[in-house]
Every structure is written in structure tokens, then in C-alpha cells.
């Protein structure tokens, strides 16, 4: 079971701010309780533009990238079901969110569930 959630920082934060916070405070956070949350893995993935960047969204037609991409992959899905059952993995759920509000622009970072479909590897 995975959750994606893509990732837009707060407008007060320069990239390379919002890629600290994510990386050095948050993951942290994240490893701590990922026991208590059930998670088995997760994977952050940091946008880098530069020229190269800049001339694939151009050639495409793009919009602004995301900051960043979270994949966060649960027991199961009846596991992600049930975190809001068990007080511990609301607390835990908490105070990660408390600690989004900080760096994330959560009203412009989709959060989803899907299945993968590997195509090739």
C-alpha cells in the first residue's frame, strides 16, 4: 500500500530551505514514528531544476514542478486504514502534520493513494 504526496513549499522558503526542513527535521520525524504508523518504507524526491530542468518543462509544456515528491509505503492497506483507530498513530500522524504546516503549502500538495503498474523493471 502506498500514498504519494507531492509536495509544494510555503512561499516564505527558498527551495534549498524547504529541502532542509524536509530532509534534516522532517525525515527525521518520520523515521521515529514509522513503527507506530506502520510505514515499511519512505522515499523523498527533491526537485532539481537547473538549465536542464528548465528546458524539459519548456520542450513539454509543463507547469511549475512540485518542490518534491513523498512516497510513503504502509503494512497494508488495512494497516493505513486503521492508524486512526490506535491513539498512538494519531498522535504521531499530529505531529508530523504540525510539522508540514512549517515547510509545506498543504492547500497546494495533493496527497493520494494508488497502485503501481510496473511497466518496465
Known amino acids: 500500500m502506498k500514498i504519494v504526496f507531492c509536495l509544494r513549499r510555503l512561499p516564505t522558503l527558498t527551495p534549498q530551505a524547504f529541502q532542509h526542513h524536509w530532509r534534516e527535521v522532517h525525515a527525521p520525524l518520520v523515521a521515529r514514528h514509522r513503527k507506530t504508523l506502520r510505514i515499511v518504507r519512505y522515499v523523498q524526491f527533491h526537485t532539481v531544476m537547473g538549465d536542464f ?3 524539459l518543462q ?8 512540485y518542490d518534491g515528491v513523498a512516497e510513503i509505503w504502509y503494512e497494508s492497506r ?3 486504514e486503521s492508524l486512526g483507530r ?13 510539522d508540514e504546516r ?3 503549502d498543504l492547500a497546494s500538495s495533493p496527497i493520494f493513494r494508488g497502485e503501481e503498474q510496473v511497466i518496465v523493471g
Open 86 to 98: 490506535d491513539p498512538a498513530a494519531r498522535a504521531a500522524s499530529r505531529e508530523l502534520l504540525d
Open 53 to 55: 530542468g528548465a528546458r
Open 78 to 80: 488495512e494497516a493505513l
Open 102 to 104: 512549517r515547510f509545506v
Open 58 to 65: 519548456s520542450f513539454r509544456g509543463s507547469p511549475e514542478p
